[in-house]
């Protein structure tokens, strides 16, 4: 059972840069979230798609990018990374993204370094 | 504005319980959730209360009281693989999650 996958894992990027961070689930769930979490903070919404074709801006958008070709896949994409950019980026995916209920399950999580 | 308080360190006694809150202030309320986080993992669901009251599942509660915007996680018979963070997220009017910065918990033996 693989639920949620991300790649790569860990990746340290030069500033300046592009790198585009892979999800993909096969929970056929719905709604897809990027999330950032840093040390002291809470967990971070940058995008989300509630549906494939729809995608939505989170808390924290700015110098991320995000497209929901399909159901399954869910890259996040840094066009020019900054050392601000530096962070633990978790994929999460959930049956709905407008339900009150909406417990939503994690990938691995990709540890992203911008030097 | 949108506020999670919870606490951020936590020390305890394996065998022991603990209780750890959160207070919370979001546009809307539509539920609230506990996830534990182990070290260098991803969130993993502990619980879901959507109404006043004590949600138990095992050696772990969940309370809720919507009119104080309060919920506590209750820990019991404490195991050292309890030593995690436990994040308290609350949904908003969009169905969105809005997380606290988590309450690591450290048990002694």
């Known amino acids: 059972t693989a639920g949620i996958t991300q790649a790569p894992t860990s990746q340290i990027l030069a500033a300046g840069r592009s790198m585009t961070l892979r999800c993909t689930q096969d929970?056929?769930?719905?709604?897809m979230y990027w999330y950032r979490q840093d040390l002291g903070l809470g967990l971070r919404l940058i995008h989300y798609?509630?549906?494939?074709?729809?995608?939505g801006k989170g808390e924290v958008p700015d110098g991320y990018s995000v497209s929901r070709a399909n159901t399954d896949d869910f890259p996040l994409t840094l066009a020019s990374a900054v050392p601000s950019q530096t962070s633990v980026y978790f994929c999460?995916?959930?049956?709905?993204?407008?339900?009150?209920?909406?417990?939503?399950?994690f990938g691995p999580g990709t540890r992203l370094t911008v030097l | 504005g949108q506020n999670i308080d919870q606490p951020t360190e936590m020390t305890a006694t394996e065998g022991a319980i603990v209780q750890i809150n959160c207070t919370y202030q979001?546009?809307?309320?539509?539920?609230l959730f506990w996830y534990q986080q182990h070290a260098g993992e991803a969130p993993t669901f502990l619980s879901y209360?959507?109404l006043d009251g004590l949600e138990e599942k095992g050696r772990f509660s969940s309370f809720l009281s919507r009119s104080k915007g309060y919920s506590y996680l209750l820990l019991k018979e404490l195991q050292m693989k309890d030593s995690a963070s436990y994040l308290c997220?609350?949904?908003?009017?969009?169905?969105?999650?809005?997380w606290g910065a988590g309450t690591k918990l450290i048990i002694k033996p």
């Open positions: 999460a995916s959930s049956d709905s993204g407008s339900s009150s209920y909406n417990e939503q399950f």
């Open positions: 929970m056929r769930h719905n709604a």
């Open positions: 798609s509630n549906t494939a074709g729809t995608t």
């Open positions: 979001t546009s809307g309320f539509n539920g």
């Open positions: 209360n959507v």
């Open positions: 997220a609350s949904t908003d009017s969009n169905y969105q999650l809005i």
